[in-house]
Structures are given as C-alpha cells and as structure tokens.
C-alpha cells in the first residue's frame, strides 16, 4: 500500500466525507445534556493480518498473511478489545485498547533455513480528545487529535536446512500523533449508520499508521447499542532490526453500555 502524498490526500478526503475505530464509532448523542456522559464499549475485532516483520537484524524480514476467518487459529493467549468514552458537552475524552498474541507460519528470511513461525505480542491504545463540531438531528461530527501507542513483541523461530536452527526475539514501544474525525447519521427504526477515519506518523521517523471503519448500530434502550461493521489498520515502524510493516483488516461487532 502506498504511503505518499497521494494516500494522505485521499485520506484527507474520506475524513471529510466520513467524519471518523472500531468502537468509536458510537458517537454520544445528546451533546446538550448538561453533566458528564459515559459509555464502555467491549467488541472484538475478527482481524486478519498481512504483512512484514523482523526480528534479526542480518536477514531479510519474514512474510505473514493470515485472514480474518482463519484468526482463531492463530490466537496463542489473552486477547481483549475494549473502548471507551467521556463526554462533557462538546468536548470529550476517547480511548481504545487491544492486546492479542498471534501465532503463525511466515516466509523464512533466506535459503538457507527450511520454514519459519513468528509468534507476536501486539498492544496498542489510542487515546484522543474529541470536540463536536457539529451535531443535529440529522448529523453529528467529532474531530479528534491524540497518540496511538504501540508496544509489539516478535519471535521468529527458524527450522534448520543449510544452517542449523535459530530463534530471536525483538521488540519496541512507540508513539505515533493521529488526527481523525468521525461521523454518525442517525437511520429509521433505531438504526445508524458510524463512519471514523484518522491518520498518523506521517513519515516521521519512518512511521506511518491510518485506519477506517464504517458500519451500522442499533439502540436497543438509551444504555445499551450494538454495533457491526469492518475494520482496516494499517501500520509501518522500523528501528533497527525491529520491523512491523502490516495491515489488519476485518469485521467488527461490539456492544455499548451508557451511563
């Protein structure tokens, strides 16, 4: 996927169109309750995952590709996804977290080992603030500004063919500033539709992240939404031999509980 000039362009535009992950897309409504409005979204995001990553510094990086209906498969332990929300008028506080290990078959970095296996520790938290730009009843837009952090572990254990057997781990925590917006449109009979765009990195560094979600929700009480919808993150960081070049993508389903 490029990363130019003319990928941040369109993302520019999709902002704009869409407004602005995953959870977040469940925008509180009644901005004009005076008092704080809360609201905690668990979901679980079916992702696969496609991409690059590297563990030794002297090889060429390995080669992963799972879908989204095969990830369960390749969860090896805890896994949580959970969103949250503060509202105080039209100001507010977002924040969303993922943790999940994953273990997969990769490319092996070079003739001279018989077969690869990556096993990754992946956590990331974005945590925004948000300011509603505009809100009626046909319409609400939030723009937010804030840090996506990510700290990812890779272990790539290689089978021996010419060479004898090896194994290496690496790992590293970094800090990407993300800008988005995002968009709920209110539809007949309890439905809405969410948008939610941001980007971030913007080649600092050699960083580079943006995502995009869209979907639909239902209001079953003023304390409880369910949402569904699909999900694509994409995110490159490199330092030293440490390499996570990849872009998760799948459908998504969440409920909200408002307080």
């Given at each position: 996927?490029?990363?130019?000039?003319?990928?941040?362009?369109?993302?520019?535009?999709?902002?704009?169109?869409?407004?602005?992950?995953?959870?977040?897309?469940?925008?509180?409504?009644?901005?004009?309750?005076?008092?704080?409005?809360?609201?905690?979204?668990?979901?679980?995001?079916?992702?696969?995952?496609?991409?690059?990553?590297?563990?030794?510094?002297?090889?060429?990086?390995?080669?992963?590709?799972?879908?989204?209906?095969?990830?369960?498969?390749?969860?090896?332990?805890?896994?949580?996804?959970?969103?949250?929300?503060?509202?105080?008028?039209?100001?507010?506080?977002?924040?969303?977290v993922q943790y999940l290990t994953i273990k997969a078959d990769a490319s092996t970095p070079g003739p001279l080992y018989g077969s690869a296996t990556l096993r990754q520790w992946n956590f990331n938290s974005t945590i925004a603030g948000a300011y509603r730009v505009y809100d009626s009843p046909a319409v609400s837009v939030d723009?937010?500004?804030?840090?996506?952090?990510?700290?990812?572990?890779?272990?790539?254990?290689?089978?021996?063919?010419?060479?004898?057997?090896?194994?290496?781990?690496?790992?590293?925590?970094?800090?990407?500033?993300?800008?988005?917006?995002?968009?709920?449109?209110?539809?007949?009979?309890?439905?809405?539709?969410?948008?939610?765009?941001?980007?971030?990195?913007?080649?600092?560094?050699?960083?580079?992240?943006?995502?995009?979600?869209?979907?639909?929700?239902?209001?079953?009480?003023?304390?409880?939404?369910?949402?569904?919808?699909?999900?694509?993150?994409?995110?490159?960081?490199?330092?030293?031999?440490?390499?996570?070049?990849?872009?998760?993508?799948?459908?998504?389903?969440?409920?909200?509980?408002?307080?």
């Amino acid at each position: 996927m490029s990363r130019t000039l003319t990928t941040t362009g369109t993302l520019v535009a999709l902002l704009a169109m869409l407004g602005v992950p995953n959870a977040w897309a469940q925008a509180l409504d009644d901005s004009n309750v005076p008092g704080w409005r809360f609201s905690v979204t668990p979901y679980f995001w079916m992702a696969g995952i496609k991409g690059d990553v590297g563990a030794y510094s002297n090889l060429p990086p390995s080669s992963i590709d799972v879908g989204f209906s095969d990830i369960f498969n390749h969860l090896d332990g805890p896994t949580a996804f959970v969103a949250g929300e503060a509202w105080n008028g039209r100001f507010g506080l977002l924040a969303d977290v993922q943790y999940l290990t994953i273990k997969a078959d990769a490319s092996t970095p070079g003739p001279l080992y018989g077969s690869a296996t990556l096993r990754q520790w992946n956590f990331n938290s974005t945590i925004a603030g948000a300011y509603r730009v505009y809100d009626s009843p046909a319409v609400s837009v939030d723009a937010l500004v804030g840090s996506r952090i990510f700290h990812v572990d890779n272990q790539i254990d290689l089978s021996g063919a010419i060479l004898p057997p090896r194994s290496s781990s690496i790992g590293d925590t970094w800090a990407t500033a993300v800008a988005g917006a995002r968009l709920t449109v209110p539809l007949p009979n309890g439905f809405f539709f969410n948008g939610y765009a941001d980007v971030g990195g913007f080649g600092i560094s050699s960083d580079w992240t943006w995502q995009i979600y869209g979907g639909i929700g239902y209001r079953f009480k003023s304390w409880l939404s369910a949402y569904a919808g699909y999900r694509y993150l994409d995110v490159r960081h490199r330092n030293g031999g440490f390499l996570y070049d990849v872009s998760q993508e799948g459908p998504l389903l969440s409920v909200r509980f408002s307080f």
